[in-house]
């Protein structure tokens, strides 16, 4: 007569799903974790968050924005452009302070406040109004 082993499948299948995990899914799941970090692979990785994927999917909101309202991405790509991530947002105008003045921009387009304030806000926030746009550059 035959012993009945309910085990012996599993002891089969389990080094395959071992290696399987190790091969497949370890990788998969670090990609995603180290997507979401500036690392050089020498010095400490720094968490940046989705900041690496503005480039990738930051247009694809415009698509679902209600008809005659304005869409603004906010948003840097890189290009090597600057040393510091501040110096990079504020050659890309989307640091804190053009910010600020793109929505008293919005705000005064829509007669909610004068179009003195955005100028007040320029002087204020030590902007350049006269610029070059960044991506012509």
């Known amino acids: 007569m035959r ?3 309910p085990l012996a499948p599993y002891l089969f299948i389990a080094p395959a799903l071992i290696v399987f995990g190790f091969a497949v899914l370890v990788p998969f799941v670090f990609t995603g974790a180290f997507s979401l970090t500036e690392w ?3 010095s400490e990785a720094v968490f940046v968050g ?3 994927y503005v480039r990738a999917f930051g247009d694809q909101v415009r698509a ?3 008809h005659g309202r304005r869409c603004t991405v906010l948003g840097t790509d890189g290009y090597g452009r600057s040393d510091t991530r501040a110096h990079l947002r504020r050659f890309f105008e989307v640091d804190a302070e053009s910010t600020v003045i793109a929505t008293l921009y ?3 387009q829509k007669g ?3 179009k003195t304030v955005v100028a007040q806000a320029i002087k204020d926030l ?3 109004p006269e610029k070059v746009f960044p991506q012509l550059v």
Do not use: Q, S, T, W
Request: charged share 30%; hydrophobic share 45%.
């Open 112 to 114: 909610k406040i004068e």
């Open 50 to 52: 989705v900041d690496n």
């Open 126 to 128: 030590d902007v350049n």
């Open 3 to 5: 012993a009945h082993r």
């Open 106 to 108: 919005a705000l005064a």
């Open 40 to 42: 050089d692979g020498y």
């Open 64 to 66: 679902f924005v209600p």
